[in-house]
């Protein structure tokens, strides 16, 4: 078994589906008043904590190139204003989506599996940090496809993994 490949397919398959519900997701919903956390918030907050935790430690991460550090952490709880910061586009969100996808691809390939996280608040190996992140990916994917399919009647098709195509 090549554990790295599986990763990067399991990577490939949460992003795939954070994609989807970004194009699926009404303007309406996109940026919604009544929400405390907006679905364009929740889609930043996913893939900058995606290719944060693809890096080799808090110190080394390179900062997507539209990143703004004002919207980094959900329900804003340094008291800032959600309302008051300008959205990112669903455009914009596809095109982080795309460098989480590309960077993946390349910081699994270099990862040392058995290394430890590289984050100190987070005391496991670099194996185990690849599960944390991309359940963490995906459960705010989960919290944005629930949103769709009740609020829009929107459901998002479930992908398992990388095509074989695509390796």
Not at 93 to 112: G, N
Not at 140 to 146: D, I, K, N, S
Request: charged share 25%; with cysteine.
């Amino acid at each position: 078994m090549d554990t790295k490949a599986t990763i990067k397919s399991q990577y490939y398959a949460a992003l795939a589906m954070l994609e989807q519900a970004i194009e699926k997701c009404p303007a309406e919903l996109w940026n919604h008043p009544e929400h405390k956390n907006r679905s364009w918030h929740i889609v930043f907050h996913a893939l900058f904590y995606t290719c944060f935790y693809l890096s080799e430690s808090a110190d080394s991460y390179v900062p997507w190139e539209g990143e703004r550090d004002e919207v980094r952490s959900l329900g804003m709880e340094e008291g800032g204003n959600i309302a008051a910061i300008e959205p990112y586009t669903k455009a914009e969100m596809l095109a982080f989506a795309q460098h989480a996808q590309a960077w993946s691809e390349k910081a699994v390939a270099a990862l040392d599996l058995e290394s430890e996280s590289g984050f100190y608040w987070l005391p496991f190996n670099k194996l185990e940090l690849q599960f944390y992140n991309i359940r963490h990916l995906q459960l705010h994917t989960g919290e944005l496809c629930e949103r769709l399919g009740t609020q829009a009647g929107i459901d998002i098709g479930w992908v398992g993994m990388k095509p074989k195509a695509e390796e």
